[in-house]
């Protein structure tokens, strides 16, 4: 007679206690691997080594000065005037109809911030949020490589596939050919980013007129991670997703509060989404994180509606031309300027030949400048000798990580 009921529970751990009596209490046979990624970001890697080296951190993309003194003391006031309860789940009403302002002022576009505009605690969970909301086990997603490295365990603890198509180094430029023979029936979304990190290059309207064409007819969905929008350089123009009627009805933009007003430590963002992508959107939203910080709602409601801080492109232009300036003292070799975003790739065949991961941590440990390897930004780890430097610092951080870097010659 078959055990059943209590018996039959009682069997299934006895059982289980003696296939595990030896295994320690913790480890992947009690915690699922959810994803293909080990150990910790890079970042978090190259700035532990930066602190125990004493190095001049360029690696992780933070600005290391002060934030408008008038953010700053619009937090404070927002605290001290009471404001520091739940805010709304979808965002406070006013940040989001400033958001949308902003948008008609910039780009001359008119989004409803009741039905469109979702403010998230970050940028990074706005991207998950995303995926989450769209993804089912057995999809595929195409990622533009090298690619922030959020992607990929976001798409997998998804239950997708990541499809991983490479952009053309060093120049990082999309070949439309290869992203049409990576699409099947089975791609559900694919994820832009622009102006890109790592690489500093940003699309043009030609670039979403290519992809506009190679997803028409499907059920593709554009994820369009946009956070260094506002940090475009020399005189070039950022196009959004937003901004092409076709792909604006299929597509989740994502955007950064701190990487325009230099407060990523805040860590609060947007997405913007047509109506019916905002409540998918919402359904998981209001389960992760619900409602983000107040007070820091009520600040950049009052800096972006009263459009008082100084261009933040203008700001980081000087910071990345002076940094290059500086860089003619050494021996990296810069394919590009960077068109966009905090950072600038270098190549380094005229000073080691040694892997990207290998000479990043050897110019961390011997000369205090630490920066970022390519390699991990690719699901292959890909290594075209390229590292990235973070210009987002003070004119002093650059001019010391420089005289540094000078006994390189």
């Keep these: ?112 911030p009741e039905n469109e505009i979702t403010i998230t605690p970050g940028a990074t969970y706005a991207i998950y949020t995303a995926f989450t909301s769209i993804l089912q086990a057995g999809d595929e997603v195409i990622v533009l490589e090298p690619a922030y490295d959020s992607y990929i365990p976001n798409i997998e603890m998804n239950g997708a596939k990541v499809v991983p198509v490479a952009l053309t180094a060093p120049g990082f430029h999309v070949d439309w050919n290869k992203v049409k023979d990576a699409i099947t029936p089975l791609t559900k979304a694919i994820i832009i980013n622009t102006p890109h990190n790592p690489g500093g290059s940003i699309w043009n309207k030609k670039d979403w007129d290519e992809l506009a064409g190679l997803v028409r007819d499907t059920d593709i969905v554009i994820v369009s991670d946009e956070v260094y929008e506002q940090l475009v350089f020399d005189g070039m123009k950022h196009y959004s997703v937003l901004e092409h009627p076709e792909l604006r009805q299929r597509s989740f933009a994502i955007y950064s509060f701190g990487k325009v007003y230099n407060c990523t430590g805040w860590k609060i963002g947007y997405c913007i989404a ?68 905090y950072f600038q790739i270098a190549g380094y ?61």
Excluded at 2 to 13: H, I, N, V
Excluded at 292 to 317: C, F, G, K, R
């Design 1 to 112: 007679m078959p055990l059943e009921g209590k018996a039959f529970r009682d069997l299934r751990l006895k059982l289980f206690n003696l296939e595990n009596k030896n295994k320690p209490l913790q480890g992947l046979g009690y915690f699922p691997q959810k994803h293909s990624a080990t150990g910790t970001t890079i970042f978090t890697v190259m700035s532990a080594l930066a602190q125990q080296y004493n190095a001049i951190n360029l690696s992780q993309g933070f600005p290391d000065f002060h934030i408008d003194p008038q953010l700053s003391q619009a937090l404070g006031d927002a605290a001290r005037n009471g404001f520091n309860q739940y805010a709304p789940m979808a965002g406070l009403p006013p940040l989001r109809q400033a958001v949308a302002a902003n948008f008609k002022k910039r780009y001359g576009l008119d989004i409803d």
């Design 274 to 341: 047509p109506p019916a992508f905002t409540q998918a959107f919402r359904r998981i939203h209001q389960f992760l994180s619900f409602t983000v910080n107040t007070p820091a709602q009520h600040a950049l409601t009052y800096i972006l509606s009263n459009d008082t801080a100084p261009a933040i492109h203008e700001v980081m232009q000087k910071k990345r031309d002076h940094f290059l300036s500086l860089m003619k003292q050494i021996p990296f070799t810069i394919y590009e300027p960077a068109k966009g975003s």
């Design 349 to 409: 065949e005229r000073i080691s030949d040694l892997p990207d991961m290998e000479f990043a941590q050897w110019l961390t440990k011997e000369h205090g400048v630490a920066t970022i390897p390519l390699s991990p930004f690719y699901s292959n780890k890909k290594d075209d000798k390229l590292i990235r430097f973070c210009f987002a610092k003070k004119e002093e951080t650059l001019n010391e990580a420089v005289e540094r870097l000078k006994r390189l010659v």
